[in-house]
C-alpha cells in the first residue's frame, strides 16, 4: 500500500492567488482530514469526511477556505484568496472510523 | 469539548535513559489516545495506542499506561536512543468524535 498521497509537496504562490491541496487517502479507509501545522499553533484539525461526508468543519479558519470529497480516493483542500498567513504544512490523513490515522507527507505551502 | 494538555514541552535525556511525556484530557468519554511521533521535516508517525478498556500497553521500548480516573495517560520511552530524538504528539477522542492533540514534547537524546 503506497499509504495516504498528497500533491503538491511543496507550493509557493502569491498572495491573491488559488490554491489547491490534493489527497488520496488509503484504500479501504473511510475517514478522512486534513490538518495544518505551524508553529505557533501546533496541528490544528481543519475538516474530517466519514464517506465522503463532512462531518466536522469547525476547524476552518474561514471562508476562503473549502474543501471537497467528490468520492472515497480523493479529496481537495482549496485556499481563495491565498494570505501569507495561511502558510504552514497541511497534512492529509486518513483511518478507518476515527481511530489509527495514518498521516501523508504533507504539502509544504509559502504564500509571498 | 475535548482539551488535551502536554508536559513536558521540551525533554532532553542521556542515552540510554528513560523519558517519560504525559498527557491529560478532559472528556470522561474519551476512549482512544494515540501517541504519534514526528521527525523533523516528516509527517507524524502513529507509533503506539491504547483504548479505554486497557491500562498498559507496551511494543518494545515503548509503553503508554492510562489512568481513567485521573483522565490522564503517559508515554515511556526506555533505553532511549539518540533516533528516538522527535517531537511526541499525545491525542484524545471520544467515541465517533475527531482526535484532539496535545500541544508537543520535543525529545532530545544526547549521545
Known amino acids: 500500500d503506497a499509504g495516504v498521497i498528497q500533491s503538491p509537496r511543496h507550493e509557493v504562490t502569491e498572495m491573491g492567488q488559488e490554491v489547491t491541496l490534493r489527497c488520496k487517502p488509503i484504500?479501504?479507509?473511510?475517514?478522512l482530514f486534513w490538518y495544518r501545522q505551524t508553529m505557533m499553533r501546533g496541528l490544528e484539525l481543519l475538516i474530517y469526511?466519514?464517506?465522503?461526508?463532512?462531518?466536522?468543519d469547525s476547524g476552518m479558519p474561514e471562508d476562503r477556505f473549502s474543501a471537497k470529497m467528490p468520492n472515497a480516493s480523493f479529496s481537495t483542500l482549496k485556499i481563495q484568496p491565498s494570505e501569507p498567513r495561511d502558510s504552514a504544512v497541511y497534512f492529509c490523513?486518513?483511518?478507518?472510523?476515527?481511530?489509527?490515522?495514518?498521516f501523508g507527507p504533507g504539502t509544504r505551502l509559502t504564500v509571498t | 469539548g475535548e482539551n488535551v494538555e502536554q508536559h513536558p514541552s521540551t525533554l532532553s535525556v542521556q542515552e540510554g535513559d528513560s523519558a517519560v511525556i504525559k498527557c491529560t484530557y478532559s472528556?470522561?468519554?474519551?476512549?482512544?489516545f494515540p501517541w504519534y511521533k514526528q521527525e523533523l521535516g516528516k509527517r507524524p508517525q502513529l507509533i503506539i495506542d491504547?483504548?479505554?478498556?486497557?491500562g498498559e500497553k507496551k511494543d518494545q521500548r515503548i509503553a503508554v499506561t492510562l489512568n481513567k480516573t485521573a483522565k490522564h495517560f503517559s508515554l515511556h520511552i526506555t533505553e532511549t536512543q539518540p533516533e528516538d530524538s522527535a517531537v511526541y504528539f499525545c491525542?484524545?477522542?471520544?467515541?465517533?468524535?475527531?482526535?484532539?492533540f496535545g500541544t508537543g514534547t520535543r525529545l532530545q537524546v544526547f549521545p
Open positions: 490523513a486518513s483511518s478507518r472510523q476515527i481511530y489509527e490515522q495514518y
Open positions: 484504500s479501504g479507509h473511510n475517514s
Open positions: 469526511f466519514n464517506n465522503n461526508v463532512p462531518i466536522d
Open positions: 472528556d470522561s468519554a474519551s476512549n482512544y
Open positions: 491504547i483504548r479505554s478498556n486497557v
Open positions: 491525542a484524545a477522542s471520544a467515541p465517533t468524535d475527531k482526535l484532539i
